[in-house]
């Protein structure tokens, strides 16, 4: 995950077929593929890709729909719904740079000119920009924190993977700011919330030439007993 700032087209229209899965350039029709297959290329596809590399066009108004309709179907134990994401239009993208700045300032209060601009500027990169809040239940509902954080990284991790399909690069930024007065200001967090990162998704402007390499299944897995 990339320090926080801001910040691949979608290249064929929302279709009406609920079978078809969107994709930017697929080696055959995903469609053509087994459920299992589609799945697979879009999730082996998914790359975290900067901010900086994230232009215009992003989802439409209909697409960002689209995505929190996947979000909604992570799992949810006790049905707490034990997060939200908060969009930040482009009119808004001043006030989050503020954010930066104040924050920035918070820590450092020597902070140079140059640090103080490279703080604002994070808040306009990727077009499409959301915060993914985590809101703790309280003790009484018997569900463990860390239950409702899995099920807002499976949320999180549901966009990320539409967007994919939908033919979007996208990534998630953090850093100190995060846990600052200005931004829990800013974004009227409550005492249970906080914030975890931002999403942003975008069109490519550049891809890399190499991928993070990926652990293989026998460093994921051991058998209990063996």
């Known amino acids: 995950m990339g320090s926080v700032g801001l910040s691949q087209s979608f290249s064929d229209g929302a279709s009406s077929a609920p079978a078809e899965v969107w994709r930017a350039a697929p080696a055959q029709p995903l469609q053509l593929l087994s459920a299992f297959e589609a799945v697979h290329a879009t999730v082996a596809g998914r790359a975290n890709v900067s901010p900086r590399r994230l232009v215009a066009p992003g989802p439409t108004a209909q697409q960002l729909d689209d995505l929190l309709s996947l979000a909604a179907a992570a799992p949810d134990h006790g049905h707490l719904l034990p997060w939200r994401f908060v969009l930040v239009p482009q ?9 930066f700045v104040n924050a920035l300032l918070a820590r450092d209060p020597g902070a140079t000119p140059e640090q103080l601009e490279s703080a604002a500027e994070k808040a306009h ?36 993977l539409g967007a994919t399909a939908m033919g979007f690069g996208s990534g998630l930024t953090s850093g100190q700011a995060m846990h600052s007065a200005h931004l829990r200001a800013l974004f009227g967090l409550a005492a249970n919330e906080s914030a975890v990162c931002f999403v942003n998704i975008g069109t490519v402007t550049e891809h ?17 007993g063996a």
């Open 125 to 160: 990169r990727a077009p499409l920009l959301l915060l993914a809040v985590a809101c703790a239940a309280d003790a009484s509902s018997g569900i463990p924190e860390g239950e409702q954080l899995v099920s807002l990284g499976a949320a999180i991790q549901n966009v990320l």
């Open 208 to 224: 890399k030439a190499s991928k993070r390499l990926r652990p293989v299944a026998s460093d994921l897995l051991t058998t209990l």
């Open 91 to 99: 009119e808004q993208r001043h006030r989050l740079g503020d954010a």
